[in-house]
């Protein structure tokens, strides 16, 4: 275990439940803690978050803290794994300082696809590679070439920059001196995890997200990984993410943990979400989730398929990953010397066919492009073109990209509710709410979601890998006939404009 000064000379408070048994399948109590409070830790990109969970899924407590995404060349995205341990470590003694109840047991969420490169004493060897991280972009062609889209496929996705398999790759042929030294090769709240004492170890809802694992058998794929460059003894072993991965230490507490999950899994956990069921989720980028019973495989590979939690071969979901929603409208209307209030203000006059076309796509696009090579424009532009008009079709970019992931998900396959549940920073304004629920011709569902991936996390913590809460809907926004027509022209010149692009 990674031996730092203020992880040792623990003591036990308080005799906790032992552990019987194993795990079994999804969803079923055997081989976990009783019904009890516990801490769920949400390892996100710029943050972490840390609550008290009661038994039935209520917030006891809740704290964050958040921390730097670096770069320091163009298109890379590192953070200082210590920075994550030392904020982690802040924001869960403060759940637990601030809860009624003491936590029993830890789960753990995370960001995806990021890599920790250590030590044998799981010291990191450089600053961990976030998803976010575009440097490896050449990689990531040359194994979608080499590998092919049958082989692709198996691994639930092509390839994409900020994916391990291709940040691996970028590694060994970039700084061949840190591999050569390397001893684990980790997910980042699996590093956290074992860097509080907990068990070395990965789980299905990460490992299907590294490119380097068979999304339909939960185990590690020889040909990926041989292909990145890494020996098989790097990669941790796979795990149910409900299974006892030991004790962290926070404080003065020795607390049982598990394995964990995926953020995204654990946020359809938390969710309560069942096959056929999902979710949009709108913020610096969006995520449009199907969840799904069977692993079926994306083909045209405009799509992920990831692992949800629980045991290998419990579930799966579908995800068309948009890249730039938030993460593209801030600089825009930075740009423009505008804000997020004057370009809703606009959007109240509602889209009008003399609006000029935007296309949204400043950092290339996954769902449905898989092309990092894209980039943003405006079409369209006359004489009588205001600045109302502008700042309206900046949010109709974003609504429009959205709606191509609804799409995307649907055609491959993946099976959602006729009224998706819309969560996220996008669901709090009404005019945009409307105009996203018209681009994708859904009606769309206030739910109140902001904590799910730690209420997952916790979830799993006491060994549940599912949820019997449901979600409430507070309001559902219907989409417009005439607007969805307009709306859909109009995606056909912006899927034009692209195409002419490429």
């Known amino acids: 275990m990674i031996p730092f000064c203020y992880l040792t000379n623990t003591v036990h408070q308080k005799p906790y439940p032992r552990w019987r048994g194993k795990p079994s399948g999804r969803g079923e109590n055997s081989g976990r803690i009783p019904a009890m409070a516990t801490l769920g830790i949400d390892l996100g990109t710029g943050s972490v978050k840390a609550a008290v969970v009661s038994a039935n899924s209520l917030i006891l407590s809740r704290s964050s803290k958040t921390y730097a995404v670096n770069s320091p060349f163009v298109g890379w995205a590192e953070s200082d794994p210590l920075e994550w341990l030392r904020a982690a470590e802040e924001v869960a003694l403060q759940a637990i300082q601030l809860s ?16 920790v490169v250590t030590d044998a004493s799981l010291n990191p060897l450089r600053p961990a590679i976030l998803w976010a991280d575009t440097r490896s972009a050449a990689e990531a062609q040359r194994m979608n070439e080499e590998l092919g889209s049958t082989e692709m496929a198996k691994l639930g996705s092509a390839a994409v920059a900020g994916f391990a398999a291709t940040t691996l790759a970028w590694l060994n042929r970039h700084e061949p001196e840190v591999m050569a030294r390397a001893h684990h090769i980790l997910q980042p709240k699996d590093w956290l995890r074992a860097a509080l004492g907990g068990k070395i170890g990965s789980e299905p809802s990460d490992a299907s997200g590294t490119l380097l694992c068979d999304v339909a058998t939960g185990q590690w794929a020889n040909l990926p990984v041989e292909w990145s460059g890494i020996e098989p003894s790097l990669l941790a072993e796979i795990h149910p993410s409900q299974e006892e991965a030991g004790h962290v230490t926070l404080g003065g507490l020795r607390i049982p943990c598990v394995y964990g999950g995926a953020d995204t899994a654990c946020a359809i ?17 969006a995520q449009v989730v199907a969840v799904m019973k069977e692993p079926t495989l994306d083909r045209s590979l405009s799509t992920h398929t990831f692992a949800t939690n629980g045991n290998k071969g419990a579930g799966w979901y579908r995800i068309g990953a948009v890249q730039n929603a938030g993460l593209a409208l801030k600089p825009t209307l930075e740009l423009l010397g505008s804000s997020f209030d004057e370009a809703h203000e606009a959007l109240s006059e509602g889209v009008s066919s003399d609006d000029p076309i935007f296309i949204p796509y400043l950092s290339g696009e996954r769902t449905p492009f898989m092309d990092p090579s894209l980039r943003g424009s405006w079409h369209e532009i006359s004489l009588g073109t205001t600045r109302k008009m502008i700042l309206r079709s900046a949010l109709e970019g974003v609504a429009h990209a959205v709606a191509l992931a609804v799409q995307a998900v649907s055609d491959s396959g993946g099976e959602m509710p006729e009224t998706l549940p819309l969560i996220g920073g996008g669901s709090t304004n009404a005019l945009f709410k409307q105009l996203l629920a018209d681009c994708a011709n859904r009606p769309l569902a206030n739910v109140e979601a902001a904590d799910a991936a730690v209420i997952g996390a916790a979830l799993l913590g006491s060994g549940q890998t599912s ?14 006939d005439k607007e969805v027509s307009l709306l859909s022209s109009r995606r056909d010149k912006m899927l034009h404009l692209i195409a002419k692009s490429r």
């Open 100 to 115: 009624p109840q003491s936590p029993q047991a830890v789960g753990f969420s995370g960001q995806m696809h990021g890599v």
């Open 269 to 285: 956990l938390g969710l309560g979400l069942e096959p056929g069921e999902g979710f949009v989720a709108v913020g610096s980028g």
């Open 467 to 480: 949820n019997p809460s449901r979600l409430s809907h507070s309001s559902v926004t219907f989409p417009r």
